[in-house]
């Protein structure tokens, strides 16, 4: 089976654009996390779904970020307009509420170099 | 103040050599988890541990809950080059919380 699936898996931009990251979970799976992973700061929850609502975006940094899931197999996480601090490396990852529901299933992640 | 804290931050060993890396947290939780991540990938999980005091092995790792449910630690014996990684303990201080990362130990096992 397919695992998380993520892209694009490197992304290059300068400052001011708008970055648009996207993620399909594992089938099956009802929650969704978005994290961002820096040196300075670790690794960082932005914020998580449970069936295509959002639970807790109390990790979104400001209101230059936005993630939507439009769907149980889809989401996105926008950046508009990005900064140069914005630079990091953005994963996603699902789970299922049913047994085994403490493993989170990560993609391998976003590298986003922002100029 | 972080809530969890990992040490050492980084580490570098030769291969076949022992090593112990350690997970403290301010607070109590009711789940702790070991990921390790390789270099240009997610983290993936190794073990996750409930209980105070228990032991867990896989293969050449041993991981231990504190008693007191607030600290960790992993060792890996006769390290191998594949053991190469960030390895991250996160926790959950309820069952309903969201999961909280620590900043991680790197480690590079030298062949």
């Known amino acids: 089976d397919a695992g998380v699936i993520q892209s694009p898996r490197h992304e290059v931009t300068e400052m001011g654009q708008e970055v648009t990251l996207r993620c399909k979970p594992i089938?099956?799976?009802?929650?969704l996390f978005w994290y961002r992973q820096t040196m300075m700061r670790g690794l960082e929850l932005l914020i998580y779904?449970?069936?295509?609502?959002?639970?807790?975006d109390s990790g979104m940094p400001e209101d230059r970020f936005s993630a939507k899931m439009p769907n149980a197999s889809f989401s996105t996480l926008k950046i508009q307009p990005s900064e140069p601090r914005d630079s990091a490396v953005y994963f996603c990852?699902?789970?299922?509420?049913?047994?085994?529901?403490?493993?989170?299933?990560f993609g391998p992640g976003t590298r986003l170099l922002v100029l | 103040t972080q809530l969890l804290e990992q040490s050492p931050q980084f580490l570098s060993i030769q291969e076949g050599e022992n090593l112990t890396v350690y997970c403290n947290s301010s607070?109590?939780?009711?789940?702790l988890q070991w990921y390790r991540q390789e270099p240009g990938e997610g983290p993936v999980l190794l073990v996750t541990?409930?209980?105070?005091?228990e032991v867990k092995k896989l293969k050449r790792l041993t991981f231990q809950f504190g008693d007191a449910r607030k600290d960790s630690s992993l060792h890996i014996t006769a390290a191998q080059p594949g053991d190469t990684g960030l390895y991250l303990c996160?926790?959950?201080?309820?069952?309903?919380?969201?999961?909280?990362f620590g900043p991680g130990t790197s480690l590079s096992v030298i062949p």
């Open positions: 990852a699902s789970t299922s509420s049913g047994r085994g529901a403490e493993t989170q299933y």
């Open positions: 089938s099956g799976h009802d929650y």
């Open positions: 779904f449970n069936n295509n609502v959002p639970i807790d």
């Open positions: 607070s109590v939780f009711s789940s």
């Open positions: 541990v409930v209980t105070g005091g």
């Open positions: 996160a926790l959950r201080k309820t069952s309903y919380d969201k999961v909280i």
